[in-house]
């Protein structure tokens, strides 16, 4: 069973700085694409930064220049560094990762379950 942990949201001050990490666990084989994801209060889940399995990036123009997103494919971890951190970047963030199992022949969307940043004014 494939499970992904997602650590590192808090509270912070506009400006300020947080680094998310999520780790995948379990029966994987391998990992594709992997991503975060926001959610805030009567939005909808948007992308907000996702790279490939070569490290390729994309990035929500809204947190371009200011989000960084990397992973370590030894330790099947992704990040995202956020700096400069804005109150509308206030949501909860989930990780995503697309990952084929040992007992599977494709690749499956796998989430963690979210954990919650709030920037202040």
């Known amino acids: 069973q494939v499970q992904l942990v997602e650590s590192g949201g808090g509270l912070v001050q506009a400006g300020g700085s947080l680094r998310l990490s999520c780790a995948v666990s379990?029966?994987?084989?391998?990992?594709?694409?992997m991503g975060w994801y926001r959610q805030a209060p009567g939005k909808q889940r948007e992308l907000v930064a996702g790279i490939s399995s070569g490290g390729s990036t994309n990035y929500v123009d809204s947190v371009k220049g200011r989000f960084t997103i990397s992973r370590d494919n030894a330790e099947n971890t992704v990040y995202l560094q956020m700096n400069s951190l804005k109150p509308k970047d206030t949501a909860v963030y989930y990780c995503?990762?697309?990952?084929?199992?040992?007992?599977?022949?494709?690749?499956?969307?796998?989430w963690g379950q979210g954990t919650q940043v709030t920037v202040s004014s």
């Open positions: 995503n990762a697309e990952v084929r199992d040992y007992g599977g022949a494709y690749y499956s969307d796998y």
């Open positions: 379990g029966s994987t084989r391998s990992i594709n694409a």
